[in-house]
C-alpha cells in the first residue's frame, strides 16, 4: 500500500486514479518481493497470513486503495515529499530517526505530516501511541526544519479514519521529554546488562524470536559493556 500510494503521485495530475493506483499493485508487490526475500515468508504454500492467495491478497490492498481515494483526492494535491527520512540527534540523547509516509507544504510554508497506516484507527481512549508517533515525527520535522508542523495526520485504510492533531511547542517539548525518559530508561538497560522483553503484537515481525526467552529462547553470551558501546552511552 505505502508502496503505491507513494508511486502513484508519480503520475501527472489527473492521472491518479483508482484504476492506475489498481494497475501499480502487483509490480509494486512484485518489486518488494524482489527487494526482500522475507516477503515472500508471508506466504506458506501460497497462501498468505489473512489466509488468502496472492490474487486474494492482492484484491484486499486494492479494497484499502478505494478507501483512501474516499479520503483523499490525489489529483488535488502535489506532495512536497514521499518517503522522507528525517532524523535530528538530540544532544546527550539518541539520534531520532523516521520516515514520513507524506510531506505536504502549503503555499504559505505549512507543513502537513501525513502517514498511512493498513489497519483500523485505534478506539476512542487508546490513541495514546498513535497521538505519539504523529507528534515523534513532528518533533523531528520541527527540530530539522525550525519550522513546528501544523498538522500533523494519521490516514487509517482499515476503516476509513483520519486521525489529525495540530501540535504545539508544548506538545513537542513534552514529546521529546518522553523520548528522553525512554532512552534513560535503554541506557540503564545497557548499563546492567539486563534487558527485559515485553510479549506484543510486533513479536510477529521481530527477527529474534528464535532467541528470545518470552519464546522459550536464550540469549546469548554479550561481551561486558558491549550493548553500551554499540549504543554509544558512556558512565
Ligand atoms: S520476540 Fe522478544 S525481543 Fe522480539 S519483540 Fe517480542 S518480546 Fe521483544
Not at 1 to 11: K, P
Not at 43 to 50: A, C, E, K, N
Not at 84 to 91: I, N, W
Request: charged letters at 25%.
Amino acid at each position: 500500500m505505502h508502496a503505491v500510494l507513494e508511486r502513484l503521485y508519480d503520475a501527472p495530475l489527473g492521472e491518479r486514479t483508482l484504476a492506475a493506483a489498481h494497475d501499480l499493485l502487483p509490480g509494486e508487490w512484485d518489486r518488494l518481493l524482489e527487494a526482500d526475500e522475507r516477503y515472500a515468508g508471508l506466504f506458506t504454500d501460497g497462501i498468505g497470513p489473512d489466509g488468502q492467495d496472492r490474487a486474494g491478497w492482492l484484491a484486499g490492498a486494492g479494497s484499502l486503495l478505494g478507501t483512501y481515494f474516499t479520503l483523499e483526492n490525489p489529483n488535488r494535491l502535489e506532495p512536497a515529499e514521499r518517503e522522507l527520512l528525517v532524523e535530528s540527534q538530540l544532544d546527550g540523547g539518541p539520534l531520532l530517526r523516521g520516515i514520513v509516509d507524506r510531506l505536504d507544504v502549503a503555499p504559505d510554508g505549512a507543513l502537513r505530516v501525513v502517514d498511512y497506516k493498513t489497519g483500523r484507527s485505534p478506539r476512542p481512549g487508546y490513541e495514546t501511541s498513535a497521538v505519539f508517533q504523529m507528534r515523534f515525527y513532528g518533533l523531528v520535522l520541527w527540530r530539522e526544519r525550525g519550522v513546528l508542523p501544523k498538522m500533523l495526520q494519521l490516514v487509517y485504510l482499515g476503516d476509513g479514519q483520519v486521525l489529525r492533531g495540530e501540535p504545539t511547542t508544548d506538545h513537542l517539548v513534552h514529546t521529546e521529554q518522553k523520548i528522553r525518559a525512554i532512552w534513560s530508561g535503554i541506557e540503564d538497560a545497557a548499563r546492567t546488562g539486563e534487558w527485559k522483553p515485553r510479549k506484543s503484537k510486533l513479536c510477529g515481525w521481530c527477527a529474534h524470536q528464535a532467541i528470545c526467552p518470552e519464546f522459550g529462547g536464550t540469549l546469548p553470551e554479550i561481551p561486558e559493556g558491549a550493548v553500551a558501546l554499540r549504543l554509544g552511552i558512556t558512565g
